[in-house]
């Protein structure tokens, strides 16, 4: 495979002004990926600091309610933080640490990205600014708050949907002002190469654990897991380490807002088509003439027309398929974890535990489903109050 | 001679650019010519994009206008066919690789062909990704012109030795906008090109005044200046011809005697 892609898909579409900078994130990840005392200071501050492993909980309750397969949830809400996003913060704001980066700007979708990177960064004393579309900073107002706690300055976007593809932009264009003293932490598996296998790197993890965790509990691989795709990072980390495992379905669940056949979706996978954005190719929702779609969902974090290259690979190549999902089905979702087992999920999580919930039923007993739960659904609370009518102070 | 190569033969050049469609196609044909006839040497045309990463928010908003206006590659190119009858001056699209690639490269650049474009400038198309289209330009002769910044370094050189049509040099960090100051050691930028090429060398970014545009055509082959017209064009709309073309002139003015 040619550096950077994943079968044609990933890349360097970027402007010439930056292609020093990635050039240097690349060389440097190459060597302390191998480097003995970075990793250690990882692994330290995954266990120390962020709370790894995160538990692989047996969600009894669901599981006989929806009478089908036994339903395993990977916690990776109980994150400091609350969500996946910050393996791969610790580990990128660790390596602009050594490479004596001061500063670090991130994107940011539903917030929880922007929250990573503002803690790792006053955690190792980074300044930190955090790109963050308009309508996102009204709409995950505690967010753009906890950032502010954290030291971090919050730029509203105001150009283009005001989401978080504009956030990229402004992010990318802030980048090719200073690329000196500052590293872009990317938020998800997308991107110029090397941030797609970067991000996927440090979130692998996850799937490492579920396997680890799942031989103990079950002494076998599940049959599904099942992952929330936006950009694709908490769902590429839940599946890397079984893509050679045949036996596994691995699936994305990908934001269908108000259906895939209405102008309101983010469903790239269902819509979209080939193109180039963002520093790589991959599958994004466009119009024919490669105008990208201004798109929607309930959730800021799968608000994004693009999927990572590697997710389009293996879509490509059959080995994981990508479902669908609207936001009242991942409503309904929501309020049924809470309900059933007590958990508050992302509304992003609320996806995948959606299609599980439907896939569940359909399989044998002793069927094993794991359902990554990317993140908790402190923030969105005040946005579900509104879908249902209720208005609530946040 | 390339039509591009022509512009460059006499003397430093001025090179103009507009967003294709902004306010509206009939306009951006009026401005073209106006900008010929005031002594633009090469004129870039954007076609537009829904996210111009190179961009600084003059031209993005410039691309929202036109997008807003109904204009497609499809429209873009039936009006260069149509200019192309009366202007002489080389013609350049700038765009974003999507456009393009959703396009359909062999159908896009044999468009070019046929509508008369001699040249194109994709901002989010660096060296290490070239073979994405340079096949293609080369097939339907039209130029690839690639672009080097104040971050190009040791690259310089790599880039330039296979450029073709004009280099377009960045003249600092950032994206497209109007400055006012600008630090950049670009003469040192241009004697690395120079060991490795005569391509000619124009520089953009940041430039308005008559001032700068002499400076940097002083120190390359020419300047190119997008942002200051495209706020011309944002004040006047449907208006701009005369302020436009008072403004071409004036440059125009400062490049040839630099």
């Known amino acids: 495979m040619k550096k950077g892609r994943f079968g044609q898909y990933g ?3 970027i402007p010439e002004t930056l292609m020093n900078a990635v050039q240097e994130v ?9 480097d003995a005392q ?39 809400d109980l994150n400091h933080t ?52 308009k309508e996102d900073t009204d709409r995950q107002a505690l967010n753009v708050f906890r950032m502010e706690l954290l030291g971090a300055k919050v730029h509203p976007v105001t150009s283009g949907t005001m989401t978080l593809k504009d956030a990229v932009n402004e992010t990318m264009r802030e980048w090719t002002k200073r690329v000196d003293d500052t590293l872009y932490v990317l938020g998800s598996v997308m991107g110029p190469h090397p941030f797609p296998t970067i991000v996927r790197d440090f979130q692998k993890i996850i799937s490492k654990e579920i396997k680890e965790q799942i031989l103990e509990a079950e002494g076998r691989l599940p049959d599904a897991i099942i992952a929330c795709v936006g950009g694709g990072s908490n769902a590429m980390g839940a599946f890397y380490e079984f893509i050679e495992d045949p036996s596994v379905r691995l699936i994305g669940c990908e934001a269908a807002g108000l259906g895939i056949n209405t102008p309101k979706n983010a469903a790239t996978i269902a ?64 309020e049924y974890l809470s309900r059933t087992e007590g958990i508050i999920p992302a509304i992003e999580s609320a996806h995948a535990i959606a299609y599980a919930t439907k896939l569940a039923p359909t399989l044998k007993k002793d069927a094993i489903i794991v359902i990554n739960v990317s993140g908790r659904g402190d923030k969105d609370v005040a946005a579900i109050a509104r879908y249902r009518g209720v208005n609530i102070y946040e | 001679m390339s039509r591009i190569q022509t512009a460059f033969q006499k003397g430093k050049a001025f090179i103009a650019f507009v967003t294709g469609g902004d306010p509206d196609l009939e ?42 206006s109904g204009c497609t590659t499809d429209t873009l190119f039936d009006l260069i066919a149509k200019v192309r009858q009366k202007v002489k001056v080389p013609l350049v699209f700038l765009t974003y690789i999507n456009p393009i690639y959703t396009y359909g490269k062999d159908r896009f650049m044999s468009k070019c062909k046929e509508s008369g474009i001699d040249g194109i400038i994709i901002p989010d198309l660096p060296y290490e990704e070239k073979d994405e289209l340079e096949p293609d330009c080369l097939r339907y002769g039209i130029d690839l ?21 004009f280099i377009y040099c960045v003249s600092s960090l950032g994206v497209t906008g109007v400055r006012s100051e600008i630090n950049t050691d670009v003469d040192s930028m241009i004697s690395l090109v120079r060991e490795v090429t005569t391509t000619p060398c124009a520089v953009g970014f940041g430039i308005s005044t008559p001032d700068q545009a002499a400076k940097f055509a002083k120190a390359s082959d020419g300047a190119i200046v997008g942002s200051a017209i495209v706020k011309i064009i944002a004040q006047h709309g449907k208006d701009s011809l005369s302020y436009v073309s008072d403004y071409v002139k004036a440059m125009k003015e400062a490049v040839r005697n630099a």
Do not use: W
């Open chain 1, 11 to 13: 890349g360097q579409y």
């Open chain 1, 271 to 334: 819509n979209g088509s080939e193109g180039i954005f963002h520093g790589m190719k991959s599958i994004f929702c466009q119009d024919e003439y490669g105008q990208i779609a201004p798109v929607y969902s309930i959730s800021a974090g799968l608000d994004y027309p693009g999927i990572g290259p590697e997710h389009a690979m293996l879509y490509e190549t059959g080995r994981a398929s990508y479902v669908p999902v609207t936001d009242e089905e991942a409503v309904k979702a929501f």
């Open chain 1, 38 to 76: 970075f990793n250690m200071e990882l692994e330290d501050l995954y266990k120390n600091y962020a709370g790894r492993p995160s538990r692989l909980y047996y969600a009894n309750k669901m599981t006989a309610d929806l009478g089908g397969a036994k339903i395993y949830l990977k916690r990776e």
């Open chain 1, 26 to 34: 690349e060389k440097a990840y190459d060597y302390y990926k191998n």
């Open chain 1, 82 to 133: 609350g969500s996946h996003k910050i393996n791969n913060v610790l580990g990128q704001v660790l390596l602009a640490k050594k490479m004596g980066k001061t500063r670090v700007i991130a994107e940011t979708g539903a917030g929880q990205h922007g929250v990573a990177t503002a803690t790792a960064a006053a955690l190792m004393g980074l300044t930190c600014e955090v790109f963050m579309g």
């Open chain 2, 27 to 68: 306009t951006t044909e009026q401005l073209i010519y106006a900008m010929e006839e005031a002594g633009a040497d090469l004129i870039e045309i954007g076609i537009p994009f829904s996210d111009p990463i190179a961009e600084g928010a003059v031209i993005q908003e410039a691309n929202e206008r036109a997008l807003s």
């Open chain 2, 145 to 165: 012109i690639t672009l080097i910044a104040p971050t190009s370094n040791e690259r310089i050189k790599m880039i330039a030795k296979d450029a073709k049509g």
